[in-house]
């Protein structure tokens, strides 16, 4: 479903990606960098006024062949899902999409949870690892 | 003939009469897909521009473009090669026509408009470095001919529409050129003024793509650098390495080579690139190095290349302090990214004084206790807890904090207090909170190219020669200390053939401090005791501490009343020396001698004696007491002896020196007091030696007889006392001199006077215990008369008189009377019979005679109770008895077994 995952840190670098087709691995670094853009737009402007904003911001923006969504932790954690849009998922449901942020975000504490695991590194566990491509791989 | 193959791909126009030509064509039923996708959202646009809601046009553009694009996929429609990219192009042209000025949305459809450009530029062979052949111009012709300029209004004043401009862009080489490079500068420039930064920079390195391809590789690195920055900043590697790839060719291109070796260290010691593209880099940095003039430096940042990890002091012992001068010694840990050794010529950390060292007075303790009792604040009332009370009270101790780390943080407690005195708040307190929290500086990485400034390096920590490996390494610097401060590493400086690394070391950056030791003075006796009476040697010496000290130094040492000293060269002692002192090095203790002597005067006994030398300290600017102790080489002592009515004085001379023996000579003994005392004479009874030797085990002895011209026997027949007798007390003095028996000092006078009382011998006891009648010898348990016999040599004011028989009561029984007055004044001698009776057998010991003044009480007759006795001075009275013991026979009844002999 989803073609790229990537977590990235409070500071924006990049602490884990992952994405269905290696070659165009590059590519996917553009855009989740360019998202950053649209996360610190997003969490700007909602971020006046009220405490409980939602976690999930939806979607970032989107190009011709591209969707990309993302989720920013209360720690200032984000979450990016890339989206290919062809024929086969035109329609992403939002309900589908914050399900796999909420994946997402469960793996992620439980990395956060291992002692030995330094915040704002690159994060190399295998548990994660298999989350993320739980989401990449899952085809409706 | 809607799903048919895509023959017309003009775009939407937002002028209403041209819409409603194509509404009449919808009617007629000819119309395909694009066609009612075009009126659709033309006719929703005109309505938002109506409304006065014309930024939602542009932003309602880009949707529909990806959402017609897409259908036109889903529904797979024949398209011809580009047609796509017209339509797009020529519906982003219209929007973006007629929306003034720019908001969030319009720079993604200028981005994406520049990207359908592109394709199509490159469709049509339009890009720089390519030549469109036949077919691309073919390719051309046919694409425009699927767009219909009569869908599009004739616009004043020059201006193009869609149609027009796009046609112009894919005339020529030239004109896409000029207008591709205009569409994407707009959407960089429209995307930095809304803020996102990170689209312009994308678009950045496609432009620099394009302007590699163009060959205006200067254009390419600007582009590429920003994106650079952008990139290592946020510290994504994948795509920083990609653009230090394509930098360093742009570099390599245009033949800058030291913004090439630049680029090469960061891509070499990049972790995030291929150890192919690493070790390729590496060999190049050394090709670049060959060509480079051996004397060049070229500076570059260490930041990703040698990482310093740690850097501590090492220090022989826990607590030295690192005083001005000397050496320091840290250990460095580096973290080499380099995928090769290299050899350092050198690798220096530069030190900077943050902080002078307080200076050290006598009053800091008390000022440091002063200021920690401070540290809690109370405030008096709840008001006090907001923020401009805490800021004052941080201002107000900004003074203190200057003997402090200024990279720890210094957290004090604070308690608050409701009025009535009840704790209200207690919080902790970061004094130096914007120093310690200071945000590190960003633009550390903006400053990478060459900026990087080299710090002062002339006091810097250095180890040279050094091999670094890739990953860990330990370092070993050394460094000289300056003055005292507080220093904090701040820069790194590895030196690699031409090539200068330079990273600044980040906060809190490592900081040792020097501190001042200060010169001591002190005065060495050595390990034997002082002598009073002879000249002693000490040491002056000072440590020098942390300074240097000229020769010439001069301390002055005044001595105590009693006490002189002289320099070791001078021969004459007085009262102040001023003592030069020769050259000192920190560390070093310079001493110089001098020697003191100490009056020995009348002493009688072996106690030292104390002086105090006061010594001037030239850093402290004050003088400094210090007491010596003196043992005095000699004494004297005095015994009045009697014999009978003779008088003698013994006079003993003792040394305390435990190494020497001393002579002496000249051995005199003078009354004083002669005058008054004429009768008095002293003769000698001293052997007439011309020295004696004394030492620690041999004293030395004189004996003198006291010789009083007054004799008893002339004023016996003047008994009643007219000639007075004198009671002056006598003063004798001792002289002699003494001189140490090596003959190391001169020959000094030593003096002693003595004064004594009572030198005449008044009366005499004789006292004798005779065997009872009729027997030859006394036997226990008999009595026996003891006879006394008291006289009276000289005439006595007291001459009534008490005596007392004291005897060991397990030996004797005294019968009768134990006491009783006696007066002298009718007879010259006086005669007492006691019956005491022996106890035991044995030689026993005497009844002792005590005689004694008595002085009846005044007014009041009789009773010995309210009568006074006072005692003879020693001397007064002369017992020719004392110590005699007589033998005495077991009791007679008694058996030969209990005969008890001592």
Redesign the interface.
């Known amino acids: 479903m989803a073609s790229c995952v990537a977590v990235i840190?409070k500071?924006?670098?990049?602490l884990y990606i992952a994405c269905i087709t290696p070659e165009q691995?590059?590519g996917f670094?553009?855009s989740l960098?360019?998202s950053?853009?649209?996360i610190?737009?997003k969490l700007s402007s909602t971020n006046k006024g009220n405490d409980h904003r939602d976690l999930y911001l939806g979607l970032l923006?989107?190009?011709?062949h591209q969707r990309i969504f993302g989720y920013v932790t209360n720690t200032k954690i984000k979450f990016v899902i890339i989206v290919n849009?062809?024929?086969t998922n035109?329609n992403l449901r939002d309900n589908e999409t914050r399900q796999m942020f909420r994946k997402l975000h469960v793996a992620y504490t439980n990395v956060m949870s291992n002692p030995f695991y330094t915040p704002s590194t690159r994060i190399n566990s295998n548990k994660f690892a298999a989350v993320a491509n739980s989401i990449l791989a899952k085809q409706s | 003939a809607f799903n048919l193959q895509l023959l017309d791909w003009t775009g939407f126009s937002l002028d209403k009469n041209i819409n409603s030509r194509l509404r009449t064509n919808i009617e007629r039923c000819e119309l395909s897909l694009l066609d009612l996708r075009n009126y659709l959202f033309s006719r929703q646009g005109g309505i938002l521009i109506s409304m006065g809601k014309g930024d939602q046009v542009s932003k309602r553009c880009l949707n529909f473009l990806h959402n017609t694009l897409q259908e036109l996929n889903i529904m797979e429609m024949e398209c011809a090669e580009g047609s796509k990219e017209i339509w797009v192009c020529l519906c982003a042209l219209e929007v973006l026509n007629n929306t003034k000025g720019n908001n969030l949305h319009t720079a993604a459809l200028w981005s994406f408009l520049r990207e359908k450009l592109l394709v199509l530029g490159k469709l049509c062979g339009l890009t720089p470095g390519h030549k469109p052949d036949s077919s691309q111009l073919h390719l051309v012709v046919s694409l425009f001919g699927g767009l219909k300029d009569e869908r599009y209004l004739k616009l004043e004043n020059n201006q193009q529409n869609p149609a027009e401009r796009l046609k112009e862009a894919l005339s020529s080489q030239h004109s896409f050129e000029k207008n591709y490079l205009d569409i994407a500068e707009t959407a960089i420039s429209n995307y930095k003024h809304i803020g996102r930064i990170r689209s312009a920079r994308l678009i950045g390195i496609e432009l620099a793509e394009f302007y590699l391809d163009a060959d205006q590789v200067q254009q390419a690195i600007a582009f590429l650098a920003d994106s650079l920055k952008t990139f290592q900043f946020e510290g994504w590697e994948t795509l920083s390495m990609r653009t230090l790839l394509d930098l360093a060719k742009c570099y390599k291109l245009i033949n800058e080579s030291e913004k090439y070796l630049r680029t090469c260290v960061q891509i070499a010691s990049c972790p995030g690139a291929s150890l192919q593209d690493r070790e390729f880099y590496f060999r190049e940095i050394c090709k670049k190095l060959d060509e480079h003039p051996a004397g060049s430096k070229i500076i570059a940042s260490a930041d990703d290349t040698v990482q310093v990890l740690s850097a501590t002091q090492i220090k022989e012992r826990l607590d030295e302090t690192t005083v001005p001068g000397c050496k320091i010694k840290f250990t460095l840990e580096l973290h080499s990214n380099l995928p090769v050794d290299i050899e350092c010529s050198s690798i220096e950390v530069s030190v900077v004084q943050s902080l002078p060292e307080p200076e050290r007075k006598v009053s800091t303790v008390l000022e440091d206790r002063r200021a920690s009792r401070r540290g809690v604040n109370r405030s008096p009332s709840v008001a006090s807890s907001n923020a401009s009370v805490f800021s004052l009270a941080e201002e107000e101790d900004e003074s203190e904090e200057s003997g402090r780390d200024p990279g720890k943080p210094h957290m004090q407690e604070r308690l608050e207090y409701k009025q009535d005195k009840s704790l209200y708040a207690a919080r902790l307190v970061c004094r130096n909170a914007t120093k310690v929290l200071k945000r590190k500086d960003s633009s550390g990485t903006i400053l990478k190219d060459g900026q990087l400034k080299p710090a002062d390096y002339c006091n810097a920590l250095t180890a040279s020669n050094v091999t670094l490996y890739p990953g860990l390494n330990k370092v070993e610097l050394h460094g000289k200390a300056g003055v005292q401060g507080i220093y904090t590493l701040s820069q790194i400086r590895v030196c690699w053939r031409q090539l200068s690394l330079l990273e600044n070391l980040g906060v809190p950056a490592p900081t040792f401090t020097v501190a001042r030791e200060e010169p001591v003075i002190l005065l060495n006796k050595g390990d034997t005791e002082l002598l009073a009476g002879k000249s002693n040697k000490l040491s002056l010496s000072i440590y020098c501490g942390s300074e240097n000290i000229e020769a010439g130094l001069e301390i002055s040492v005044t001595c105590g009343r009693g006490l002189t000293a002289r320099n070791a060269h001078d021969s004459e002692y007085s009262n102040t020396i001023t003592v030069k002192f020769p050259a000192g090095s920190p560390f070093e203790t310079i001493s110089v001698e001098i020697w003191v002597l100490c009056l020995l005067e009348n002493k009688k006994d072996a106690n030292s004696i104390e002086y105090t030398v006061k010594i001037s300290d030239p850093w402290r600017q004050n003088t400094m007491d210090i007491s010596l102790n003196f043992m005095p080489a000699l004494y004297s002592t005095f015994n009045l002896l009697t014999a009978m009515s003779k008088k003698f004085l013994q006079l003993k001379v003792h040394c305390l020196d435990q190494k020497l023996s001393y002579r002496i000579s000249n051995v005199s003994l003078g009354l004083v007091n002669e005058e008054k005392l004429p009768e008095l004479k002293l003769e000698s009874m001293n052997d007439d030696y011309s020295e004696l030797v004394i030492s620690k085990q041999f004293e030395g002895a004189f004996l003198w007889q006291l010789v009083s011209s007054l004799s008893f026997s002339g004023s016996t027949s003047d008994s009643s006392g007219n000639k007075k007798v004198p009671d002056q007390p006598a003063v004798v003095m001792l002289t002699l001199t003494y001189t140490p028996e090596d003959g190391s000092e001169p020959e000094r006078e030593f003096r002693s006077t003595f004064q004594f009382q009572d030198y005449r011998t008044l009366y005499t006891i004789f006292a004798k215990v005779e065997p009872a009648k009729g027997n030859e010898f006394c036997r226990a348990s008999t009595l026996c008369p003891m006879k006394i016999e008291v006289e009276q040599l000289y005439p006595d004011p007291h001459s009534s008189l008490f005596y007392e028989i004291l005897a060991d009561q397990t030996q004797w029984a005294v019968c009768g009377k134990q006491g009783a007055v006696i007066d002298i004044q009718q007879s010259v001698k006086e005669n007492i019979v006691v019956d005491v009776m022996p106890l035991t057998g044995g030689h026993l010991p005497l009844p002792t005679v005590r005689l004694s003044k008595y002085i009846p009480a005044e007014g009041r007759g009789g009773g010995l109770g309210s009568a006074r006795l006072d005692p003879f001075s020693i001397g007064q009275v002369y017992n020719m008895s004392r110590t005699q013991q007589i033998h005495v026979l077991p009791p007679a009844n008694q058996g030969q077994e209990f005969l008890s002999l001592p």
């Open positions: 840190g500071e924006n670098s990049p691995e590059l670094h553009y960098h360019t950053l853009d649209f610190e737009e923006y989107s190009t011709e849009v062809d024929a035109t």
